[in-house]
């Protein structure tokens, strides 16, 4: 089945112990992507990833790291975990066969940083 | 930049009945893409519909439709017939040919009252 995998799902942690949310898809695709969701504010880019180790910043970059090692995996990094990071995060996929492919989306991990 | 905006945060609906959502965008390409996400309590984000801005005719998937207004750059999403299951988070989203970038609006919250 197509899929894009994160893990953990739900992480409810301390401010400053270092955090790692995994991405992985399994459908071979270039594109991947990470997004934060708040209420009243929608989705918004964190970091993407054109291919294997090529990777950009989007609207709100700062207090994250990712890596792309892999093509299957997109992992986001928290170095220093603060109050302000608590969202609900998702990890995306798609394509580049062309422009407009949609994104596959995983179902998302709920951060609380206490 | 591309903006997009959903200018209602929530609807209602009665079973049965006929709902519209409203998105505005902003692009300053003429190559574009425009999707609408659903997102229910589950949190999953869902492909609903894709609408490519060069072609005229509004895409349609089954009881989703959209009237794309591309000179006002408008493109609002109809659900017909409406069931408890369309109870959703639903977001427009736009992205620039030649880009992967997805810009998201706020979101518009959909109840179904039965």
């Known amino acids: 089945e197509a899929q894009v995998t994160q893990n953990p799902r739900y992480l409810i942690t301390v401010t400053g112990k270092k955090l790692t949310v995994t991405c992985s898809q399994n459908?071979?695709?270039?594109?991947m992507s990470w997004y934060r969701q708040d209420p009243g504010l929608g989705l918004r880019q964190i970091y993407y990833?054109?291919?294997?180790?090529?990777?950009d910043k989007g609207d709100v970059p700062e207090g994250y790291k990712v890596s792309r090692k892999e093509k299957r995996n997109f992992p986001l990094i928290l170095e220093s975990p603060s109050p302000n990071q608590t969202s609900l995060y998702f990890c995306?996929?798609?394509?580049?066969?062309?422009?407009?492919?949609?994104?596959?989306f995983g179902d998302g991990t709920r951060l609380s940083i206490l | 930049a591309q903006t997009v905006t959903q200018s209602q945060p929530e609807m209602s609906v009665q079973e049965a009945e006929t709902v519209t959502l409203s998105c505005t965008y902003d692009t300053s390409e003429s190559d574009y893409y425009l999707f609408w996400y659903k997102q229910p309590p589950s949190r999953q984000m869902i492909l609903v519909i894709r609408q490519e801005a060069y072609k005229q005719q509004n895409a349609t998937e089954n009881r989703f439709s959209v009237n794309f207004q591309k000179a006002a750059k408008s493109f609002s999403l109809k659900i017909s017939d409406s069931q408890l299951g369309d109870a959703a988070m639903y977001f427009c989203?736009?992205?620039?040919?030649?880009?992967?970038?997805?810009?998201f609006g706020k979101g518009t919250k959909l109840t179904v009252n039965p």
């Open positions: 990833s054109m291919n294997v180790e090529v990777t």
């Open positions: 459908m071979n695709h270039e594109y």
């Open positions: 989203a736009c992205i620039q040919g030649g880009s992967e970038k997805l810009v």
């Open positions: 995306a996929s798609s394509p580049l066969q062309g422009a407009g492919q949609p994104q596959h």
